[in-house]
C-alpha cells in the first residue's frame, strides 16, 4: 500500500511561487507514473502535470511555461514548482502515483491573492 503525503501548499500573491512535494512510502516512486491534479470549489478535478517513470512530461495548458513537475527518486519524491501563480489556480493540488492502480494523496490547498 502507497501512501502519499503532500506538503508545500500556502497563501501566495499573484506572480509569486510555491513548491509542492509530495513523499511516497510504502513503494518504490521510480516504478511509477506521478501527477499533480487540482480541484476548484464547484470545479472538476484536473490534471495539471504528469511525469513517467522515464521522466517524460506533460502539462495542461494553462500551467505550461508556470510550472514544472520533477522528481527525485532517492527520496521517493515528486514536485511540482509553480512560478508566476494566478488566481486561477487557487485549489487543492492533490499528488497521484500509479500505473494500474493509483494512489492518491489528501490533497493541499494553495491560494493564490490577486
Known amino acids: 500500500q502507497v501512501v502519499l503525503e503532500e506538503s508545500g501548499g500556502g497563501v501566495v500573491q499573484a506572480g509569486g511561487s510555491l513548491r509542492l512535494s509530495c513523499r511516497a512510502s510504502?513503494?518504490?516512486?521510480?516504478?511509477?507514473?506521478a501527477a499533480w491534479y487540482r480541484q476548484a470549489p464547484g470545479q472538476q478535478r484536473e490534471l495539471v502535470a504528469l511525469?513517467?517513470?522515464?521522466?517524460?512530461?506533460k502539462f495542461a495548458d494553462s500551467v505550461k511555461g508556470r510550472f514544472t513537475i520533477s522528481r527525485d527518486n532517492a527520496k521517493n519524491t515528486v514536485y511540482l514548482q509553480m512560478n508566476n501563480l494566478k488566481p486561477e489556480d487557487t485549489a487543492v493540488y492533490y499528488c497521484?502515483?500509479?500505473?494500474?492502480?493509483?494512489?492518491w494523496g489528501q490533497g493541499t490547498q494553495v491560494t493564490v491573492s490577486s
Open positions: 510504502g513503494g518504490t516512486l521510480s516504478t511509477y507514473y
Open positions: 511525469i513517467t517513470s522515464g521522466g517524460s512530461t
Open positions: 497521484a502515483v500509479g500505473s494500474n492502480k493509483w494512489y
